[in-house]
């Protein structure tokens, strides 16, 4: 036992004395009064002595020499690295890697691309080369390349050593034809058409009138998207657990693919409850109108953008009273029978302020255009909504592929953040075209448009439409942040001739140009005012009345006209929910017709089911004249798509064989979708209808008035074909005048792309 005990204790002593040696060594200073370097020979010693942090007459202990050591290999700029001490010196000896020199691209034609590759290579130059930053780099091209469409390419590196010890990279691409998407399919999918999740991704099956959308060509970036786009969408439709368990290209024949996802929508789920959870500092008779939109909410289909925009309006409010530093969240429960209680609450966020905003990705782009749309500021306290708000702005100017954001700790104040935004700049310029047949004649169309000129991020766009009736031509130049505010500036320059002779006994020539200008005074509320000015050149047939004969001759109109909006609608394309009402009016400011025109126009949106979907429209629309009547040309004729089944601007007031239009008009659309009875073709959308109109009122000759209502209901059916989108209705008219020219089938086929 006392051998044992002996033994333990002589054991202990020496993992002591161990111990203590092998501290000593680790921690065992020295100060060194001199240190060299050797093996540079593009670095200087005081480059390499300052990404090394040793300094001349301190301490230094072997920890921090390997801290040295790592220090070095971090900046990438050495190969080898070696620290060989002497009683009072060090020698740091380094085999320097070698710089690149010149990249060059080939086998790249498009500028384009070839463009977007060298913003990224012109980063590398002169920065040390890596082997294994180079492969990075060559993935990082070909995923570029492959996402324009050129799924087929592939990339080979050389790499050239020059004797300064240098390298040249060269990266070739070997192209291949690019790979077209011939068709899209949804696989599970039960619930919607495939032709409304067509319209929800991205990606474009290739049509060859589509022969200028780059969306048709094979991008798994966008399929990614495309996979977020579809689950979104059904998560909005209260499939809480909806996932798009794959997506895969399957090549069909050579170039083209055929691109499916596959879909399990799950349940449907509903709100059970949704719990606002107040803070105490919060005084709850501010929040009574969220109440009312959470009441609203309960026992409605699950819709995470409701719940997101009864967060914006929380937010609102608490950035209204100044609660700066919160962030209200909500947590979603799902319960037995599909049900979901959601909890929102109110975070306490970290308080500090904005010391800096950094923008990088902007190689086109001017900075100033992305600040412009920033809420938040530098010296700003950190809200969270508003940098959400300003990022969504930011996205939302549509010259952006993709908007990224960091918060980092600031080096000067602890109680700072640096805030990094990266964007990735996307294409910006379109050319369009259209045609089209019908009932009423041929149109075609052509453009061409810009949305970022210069990098300025102000839009320019030009286009030509010609129809039997009307020629027409559009020149329009938009900044959305004038003078780096909230607020855009417009100038519009256009010209038309119109040819009404056959039918209303006059033709027009007008051409003129507005200057304009619009913002969101309030949150959903957008005004927008112009002034103009027109020189307008009328003519009357020889048949024509003596009223309209007595108004021939030219006009010159300097106007002022203002549109407010406020705009609930869940998304402006294709709405399945809430409201839009907007309300316009022109004042003449000088002019030889002295005439008022008002307009107010009423939207809603009501979803009873995922593919039931109830739309109703109102219209109304009237002119008068200060001093004298109203000018044919500026009197009011009920359109095409304001009331089927009868020929567009054919109703209402005659003088003798002429249609003279009305002060007054008015029109009511009601909508409903119909179950598709052409089984397996989700290509087909029915709709039912029903339209009412009237056109009243002539001030030069009460006796030419009629209140009579126009009206008429009937199927419309949108086939998207192979040749382009067919669209025809058939109409039945429920009442009408004898005068009135009906038209009870109409159909068209033709596009805009």
Same mark, same amino acid.
């Given at each position: 036992?006392?051998?044992?005990?002996?033994?333990?204790?002589?054991?202990?002593?020496?993992?002591?004395?161990?111990?203590?040696?092998?501290?000593?060594?680790?921690?065992?200073?020295?100060?060194?009064?001199?240190?060299?370097?050797?093996?540079?020979?593009?670095?200087?010693?005081?480059?390499?002595?300052?990404?090394?942090?040793?300094?001349?007459?301190?301490?230094?202990?072997?920890?921090?020499?390997?801290? #040295?050591?790592?220090?070095?290999?971090?900046?990438?700029?050495?190969?080898?690295?070696?620290?060989?001490?002497?009683?009072?010196?060090?020698?740091?000896?380094?085999?320097?890697?070698?710089?690149?020199?010149?990249?060059?691209?080939?086998?790249?034609?498009?500028?384009?691309?070839?463009?977007?590759?060298?913003?990224?290579?012109? /980063?590398?130059?002169?920065?040390?080369?890596?082997?294994?930053?180079?492969?990075?780099?060559?993935?990082?091209?070909?995923?570029?390349?492959?996402?324009?469409?050129?799924?087929?390419?592939?990339?080979?590196?050389?790499?050239?050593?020059?004797?300064?010890?240098?390298?040249?990279?060269?990266?070739?691409?070997?192209?291949?034809?690019?790979?077209?998407?011939?068709?899209?399919?949804?696989?599970?999918?039960?619930?919607?058409?495939?032709?409304?999740?067509?319209?929800?991704?991205?990606?474009?099956?290739?049509?060859?009138?589509?022969?200028?959308?780059?969306?048709?060509?094979?991008?798994?970036?966008?399929?990614?998207?495309?996979?977020?786009?579809?689950?979104?969408?059904?998560?909005?439709?209260?499939?809480?657990?909806?996932?798009?368990?794959?997506?895969?290209?399957?090549?069909?024949?050579?170039?083209?693919?055929?691109?499916?996802?596959?879909?399990?929508?799950?349940?449907?789920?509903?709100?059970?409850?949704?719990?606002?959870?107040?803070?105490?500092?919060?005084?709850?008779?501010?929040?009574?109108?969220?109440?009312?939109?959470?009441?609203?909410?309960?026992? /409605?289909?699950?819709?995470?953008?409701?719940?997101?925009?009864?967060?914006?309006?929380?937010?609102?409010?608490?950035?209204?009273?100044?609660?700066?530093?919160?962030?209200?969240?909500?947590?979603?429960?799902?319960?037995?029978?599909?049900?979901?209680?959601?909890?929102?609450?109110?975070?306490?966020?970290?308080?500090?302020?904005?010391?800096?905003?950094?923008?990088?990705?902007?190689?086109?782009?001017?900075?100033?255009?992305?600040?412009?749309?920033?809420?938040?500021?530098?010296?700003?306290?950190?809200?969270?909504?508003?940098?959400?708000?300003?990022?969504?702005?930011?996205?939302?100017?549509?010259?952006?592929?993709?908007? /990224?954001?960091?918060?980092?700790?600031?080096?000067?104040?602890?109680?700072?953040?640096?805030?990094?935004?990266?964007?990735?700049?996307?294409?910006?310029?379109?050319?369009?075209?259209?045609?089209?047949?019908?009932?009423?004649?041929?149109?075609?169309?052509?453009?061409?448009?810009?949305?970022?000129?210069?990098?300025?991020?102000?839009?320019?766009?030009?286009?030509?439409?010609?129809?039997?009736?009307?020629?027409?031509?559009?020149?329009?130049?938009?900044?959305?942040?004038?003078?780096?505010?909230?607020?855009?500036?417009?100038?519009?320059?256009?010209?038309?001739?119109?040819?009404?002779?056959?039918?209303?006994?006059?033709?027009?020539?007008?051409?003129?140009?507005?200057?304009?200008?619009?913002?969101?005074?309030?949150?959903?509320?957008?005004?927008?005012?112009?002034?103009?000015?027109?020189?307008?050149?009328?003519?009357?047939?020889?048949?024509?009345?003596?009223?309209?004969?007595?108004?021939?001759?030219?006009?010159?109109?300097?106007?002022?006209?203002?549109?407010?909006?406020?705009?609930?609608?869940?998304?402006?394309?294709?709405?399945?929910?809430?409201?839009?009402?907007?309300?316009?009016?022109?004042?003449?400011?000088?002019?030889?017709?002295?005439?008022?025109?008002? =307009?107010?126009?009423?939207?809603?949106?009501?979803?009873?089911?995922?593919?039931?979907?109830?739309?109703?429209?109102?219209?109304?629309?009237?002119?008068?004249? =200060?001093?004298?009547?109203?000018?044919?040309?500026?009197?009011?004729?009920?359109?095409?798509?304001?009331?089927?089944?009868?020929?567009?601007?054919?109703?209402?007031?005659?003088?003798?064989?002429?249609?003279?239009?009305?002060?007054?008009?008015?029109?009511?659309?009601?909508?409903?979708?119909?179950?598709?009875?052409?089984?397996?073709?989700?290509?087909?959308?029915?709709?039912?209808?029903?339209? #009412?109109?009237?056109?009243?009122?002539?001030?030069?000759?009460?006796?030419?008035?009629?209140?009579?209502?126009?009206?008429?209901?009937?199927?419309?059916?949108?086939?998207?074909?192979? =040749?382009?989108?067919?669209?025809?209705?058939?109409?039945?008219?429920?009442?009408?005048?004898?005068?009135?020219?009906?038209?009870?089938?109409?159909?068209?086929?033709?596009?805009?792309?």
């Amino acid at each position: 036992m006392k051998k044992i005990v002996l033994r333990s204790i002589r054991d202990t002593l020496l993992l002591i004395i161990f111990y203590l040696f092998t501290l000593c060594t680790f921690s065992m200073a020295a100060i060194y009064s001199d240190i060299n370097v050797k093996g540079n020979k593009r670095l200087s010693v005081e480059t390499v002595l300052m990404f090394s942090g040793l300094k001349l007459n301190t301490d230094i202990t072997n920890e921090e020499l390997n801290k #040295a050591i790592k220090k070095l290999y971090e900046t990438n700029y050495f190969k080898d690295i070696k620290i060989i001490t002497s009683e009072n010196s060090l020698l740091i000896e380094i085999v320097e890697n070698p710089i690149i020199q010149r990249i060059d691209i080939k086998g790249i034609k498009n500028k384009s691309i070839l463009k977007k590759l060298e913003s990224i290579t012109k /980063k590398s130059e002169k920065y040390p080369f890596l082997n294994s930053k180079s492969k990075e780099e060559g993935n990082l091209l070909l995923n570029i390349v492959r996402s324009s469409g050129f799924y087929f390419s592939e990339i080979e590196t050389k790499i050239i050593n020059n004797d300064n010890n240098s390298v040249d990279l060269i990266y070739s691409f070997n192209l291949g034809s690019r790979a077209i998407i011939k068709n899209i399919n949804f696989q599970g999918n039960k619930v919607f058409k495939d032709s409304k999740l067509r319209n929800v991704i991205k990606s474009e099956e290739g049509k060859f009138w589509k022969f200028l959308t780059t969306d048709k060509y094979l991008d798994e970036q966008k399929i990614k998207l495309d996979e977020k786009l579809i689950e979104k969408y059904y998560i909005n439709k209260g499939y809480y657990n909806v996932n798009v368990k794959s997506s895969y290209a399957k090549n069909i024949d050579n170039k083209f693919f055929e691109l499916s996802f596959n879909i399990d929508a799950g349940e449907k789920y509903f709100f059970k409850k949704i719990n606002l959870n107040l803070n105490d500092d919060f005084n709850e008779l501010n929040f009574n109108n969220i109440n009312k939109l959470i009441e609203d909410l309960v026992g /409605k289909q699950y819709s995470q953008k409701k719940l997101d925009n009864i967060i914006d309006e929380i937010n609102r409010i608490a950035l209204e009273k100044e609660f700066v530093f919160v962030d209200v969240k909500y947590e979603s429960t799902v319960k037995d029978d599909n049900q979901i209680i959601t909890n929102i609450k109110f975070d306490d966020l970290e308080k500090f302020y904005v010391e800096q905003i950094n923008i990088f990705g902007n190689f086109i782009t001017e900075e100033k255009v992305i600040r412009n749309s920033l809420i938040i500021d530098e010296g700003d306290a950190y809200n969270k909504f508003l940098f959400d708000k300003s990022i969504n702005k930011i996205k939302s100017r549509g010259i952006f592929k993709s908007v /990224k954001s960091n918060i980092n700790q600031s080096l000067n104040e602890k109680q700072n953040k640096i805030i990094d935004i990266y964007v990735e700049e996307s294409p910006t310029g379109e050319i369009f075209a259209g045609a089209g047949t019908g009932t009423s004649g041929a149109t075609v169309a052509a453009g061409i448009k810009e949305n970022n000129y210069l990098g300025k991020g102000i839009s320019l766009s030009t286009n030509l439409t010609i129809s039997e009736d009307e020629i027409k031509g559009k020149f329009r130049v938009v900044n959305p942040n004038f003078r780096n505010s909230d607020r855009s500036l417009n100038t519009t320059i256009e010209s038309s001739n119109s040819d009404f002779l056959s039918t209303g006994g006059f033709k027009t020539s007008r051409t003129g140009f507005s200057l304009g200008t619009g913002f969101e005074q309030y949150t959903d509320l957008f005004v927008n005012l112009d002034i103009s000015a027109y020189y307008e050149k009328l003519e009357t047939s020889s048949t024509a009345s003596s009223h309209k004969k007595k108004q021939e001759g030219d006009y010159l109109e300097n106007l002022l006209s203002y549109n407010l909006i406020f705009n609930k609608l869940d998304q402006n394309f294709q709405p399945t929910d809430g409201y839009k009402l907007g309300f316009s009016q022109v004042l003449p400011i000088y002019s030889d017709d002295l005439s008022i025109t008002n =307009i107010l126009d009423y939207s809603k949106y009501y979803s009873a089911s995922d593919n039931l979907i109830f739309s109703g429209k109102l219209f109304f629309k009237a002119v008068n004249s =200060i001093d004298d009547d109203v000018r044919v040309s500026r009197r009011i004729y009920i359109p095409s798509s304001k009331l089927r089944g009868f020929e567009p601007g054919k109703i209402g007031p005659k003088d003798g064989n002429e249609y003279v239009g009305g002060n007054f008009g008015s029109a009511l659309n009601l909508n409903s979708t119909l179950p598709n009875f052409f089984s397996g073709n989700d290509d087909i959308d029915l709709n039912l209808f029903f339209d #009412a109109a009237t056109v009243r009122e002539v001030d030069y000759d009460s006796s030419l008035e009629s209140d009579e209502i126009r009206s008429a209901t009937g199927v419309a059916v949108n086939w998207y074909t192979v =040749i382009g989108p067919l669209s025809f209705s058939y109409a039945i008219p429920l009442n009408s005048e004898p005068s009135d020219k009906t038209e009870s089938f109409r159909f068209r086929i033709g596009t805009s792309f």
